[in-house]
């Protein structure tokens, strides 16, 4: 309803394809030859390119080895798409979809108080860690602590009392997110944490063929040199990315939004069976 | 040898040559970036916790016990000498590794020994044993200080507090998990 409301066509695509995006930290489950998505994002771009400005969809996606209390390795993504908008646009978006799920002014997520009608904090990754840690987001990637400073120390500081966008990463952090103008050095991408979890990812789309293979070509070989397996280069994708307008796009994990409004614990309770249960 | 991802509650790895048990763990991984896998643990010899975080790709060593049902023989210096029934190999273990067990040590106790790369790391005592009082006072009828307990030492040396009625030379069960005394052997 939210979505038709506001022009948005659900999609469907294959959750079995050959190419998924060459991501460092993102591992496939390979399937015959193909591997099952990691997210719907490359096919949904291509249909953005061929012309249907607003997309959605709700959908399986798999990582491989990702299990714990916030993670499944199969687990349920709500990505959509709007062309002709850019990050910001979707954190309204996001907000305006948080607050029509909720259904109330605010929730308790593990003790801590959530108001969601309040305005939603917004802070970039530079002051996040100025405020949180005793470096600078430079210093933590160029020291290789980037990721623990974000796990330990920022993360669960994020989204006590209201919710919070976390946006501008640093470019190496944003293989498929739009540079920003003026401060090339970040790239326009904003994570959305309610009660220290993380819920949705998205980005300015990054539209520039060139740009984005070698983007890829660059965390293919991060992999490489991880002694992780390869992915063929998504090539139609780059192909049709030249006919891609501008656009932002979200990836919204259906799970953590319902652990959050259920107060769950764990994941384990939000879904029927768990992995460990089949 | 275990990875990152083998990780798990209740699995026991060896770092600095000492063997951990994982009390909790959890999959932790910010948006785009690595996978980083959270444990807190516990040192099976000393009882020291830790808390620690690993990336994905890091290596360790699995910490391999074994459990030995064993009979206590007897106490040499400080040391306590103990012999498997089954091959008859005698071990010694020092006072230190045997925490608690020794106030419950009789000859002939049946104990189950913990061991790490062939050393005892600890001792496991049945649940209740039966020790005899050595010294205890009288119990003096009419005592209306309200004392419900008193001091009492058994065969091994230990003093536990042990109900009035309770006279030199009685028989008492003792729960080793608390120290307690449990019941009198009625005999």
Redesign the interface.
Known sequence: MFFQEKGYLEVETPFRIPAPAP?A??DAIPSDGWFLQTSPELCMKRLLAAGYPRIFQICRCWRA???????LSEFTMLEWYRAEADYRVLMDETEELVRSAAGVDSITYRGTHIDLSAPWERITVRAAFERYTGTTAEAALAAGT???L???EI?PRLGIGRPTFIYD?PAS???LARLKSDDPSVAERF?LYLGGL?IA?AFSELIDPVEQRSRFEAEAAQRAG??KHGYPMPEKFLAALADMPEAAGIALGLDRLVMVLLDAQSIDEVVAFTTEEL | MYTAADLRKGLKITIDNEPYIITHFDFAKPGKGQALYRTKMKNMITGSTLDRTYRSGETFEPANLEDRVMQYLYKEDDHYCFMDNTTFEQIHISEDAMGDAKNYLIDNLQVDVLLFREKAIGVDVPNFVNLRVVQTDPWVKGDTSGSDSKPATVETGYVLRVPPFIEEGELITIDTRTGEYSTRVKG
């Open positions: 991501e930290q993102i080895g990702e299990r714990g209390t916030r993670h980037f990721d623990e974000m796990v330990e993360e990463y952090c944003s293989a994570e993380e990812n991880d002694g």
